[in-house]
């Protein structure tokens, strides 16, 4: 069993930016591809980012290209997403995911659907004011 917490959300003004973590509570996360999902109210849980055990390798939704950033360091047990320039359709509550589909790859990722996560985490509200 693999837990996970995230941390970080708040409230910002549009074109700030905040870093979500996301701590896990095994040391077998490294082997684990991690994502970052959200979930607007009413809405579906939606992909954002995913990235490699080695952090070699990373995806992300045409929606945040280029404005999010994710990152993991193993050692830490911790994967990031760095977001900037946060715009007005950004606040939902942002989940970190572990996935065992290409555990142990550089270069294979998981899809961007939720079935190919295995573990989340409780979330955490990210609100963005104009």
């Known amino acids: 069993q693999v837990q996970l917490v995230e941390s970080g959300g708040g409230l910002v003004q549009a074109g700030a930016s905040l870093r979500l973590s996301c701590v896990a509570s095994?040391?077998?996360?490294?082997?684990?591809?991690m994502g970052w999902f959200r979930q607007a109210p009413g809405k579906e849980r939606d992909f954002l980012a995913v990235?490699?055990?080695?952090?070699?390798?990373?995806r992300y939704a045409d929606s945040v290209k280029g404005r999010f950033t994710i990152s993991r360091d193993n050692a830490k047990n911790t994967v990031y997403l760095q977001m900037n320039s946060l715009k007005p359709e950004d606040p939902a509550v942002y989940y970190c995911?572990?996935?065992?589909?290409?555990?142990?790859?550089?270069?294979?990722?998981?899809?961007?659907?939720?079935?190919?996560?295995?573990?989340w985490g409780q979330g955490t509200q990210v609100t963005v004011f104009s």
């Open positions: 990235i490699t055990w080695s952090g070699s390798r990373t």
């Open positions: 995911a572990a996935s065992s589909t290409w555990a142990g790859s550089t270069w294979n990722l998981p899809g961007e659907g939720t079935n190919e996560y295995d573990y």
């Open positions: 095994r040391r077998t996360f490294s082997n684990y591809a």
